[in-house]
C-alpha cells in the first residue's frame, strides 16, 4: 500500500468501483476476446500489452485507439465479434481474492457502492448474475450508456442517482482512465496496483492511496477514520476526524 500526500475526504458516503481488473480479474478473457475479434477480421496482429493497455475504455473508444481512423462501420463489426467472443463463455472470469467479502464490509458499514465501468450494459449485468453481488450496488454505469472514461459524466450521473456530494465519494480502480475521471469529477481517486495500469502509471495522477490488494481498502479507511471494523454502525455517515 503506497500513501500519496493528497487530502482525504472527512467523510465518506460513496465507494465507487470499476469492475474489469479492480473487483474482477477479467484480464485473460478480455484479451482473448480482443485477440480474437482481430483474427477474425484478419486485421494486423496487435499484442497482448496492447489490448491490455485499453482495458478500462469503452468498446468504441478501445477499437479506436487500436486501429484509429477505421469508422463507424468498421468499429460496430469490430465490437459484435468481440462481444461474440466474450460471452462464448470459453474463458469465464472470477473475483478478486476478497472482493466479495470486502465489498459485504463495506455495504455492512453503512457505504453506499457502485460500479463505474467500461463493459457495456449486457456484459455488466451477465457479471453481476454470474457473481451474486446485483443486490450490492446502489447504481451502476456502463460505457453504451453514457460517455466512456476517462471523461467524467459516468460518474456525474452516479452522483446525482443517488443524490451524494463529489466530496463524500471515492472512486477505486486499476486504470489511469478510472482516476482521471475521478479528478474532473471532483471525487477522490483511490489506485489498486494489481490491475491492467502499472503502479508508477497511476501515481502519476496522485491518487489518495495506491493499494496491493482490494482487502486493503478496509484497512486504509480505518486508519483515515473513515472505518470503524469493531462497530456495528455505519461510520459512513459521520465525520471522525
Known sequence: MTSITRHTPDAVRLIVFDWDGTLMDSETQIVHSIQSAIADLELEARSADACRNIIGLGLQEAVDALYPGRGERFRDIFVARYRHHWFSGIHESELFPG?????????????????????????????????????????????DETRSKPHPRMLNEILQELQIDSRQTLMVGDTEYDLQMATQAGVSPVAVSYGVHARERLLRHQPLVCLDRITELLDWLAEQRLFDTDATAPQSLVVLK
Open 99 to 143: 472482493a466479495r467479502e470486502t465489498l459485504e464490509l463495506l455495504k455492512e458499514a453503512g457505504f453506499d457502492l457502485a460500479v463505474a465501468t467500461g463493459k457495456g450494459r449486457a456484459g455488466l449485468d451477465k457479471a453481476l448474475r454470474q457473481t451474486g453481488l446485483s443486490g450490492m450496488f446502489s447504481a451502476t454505469r456502463c460505457s
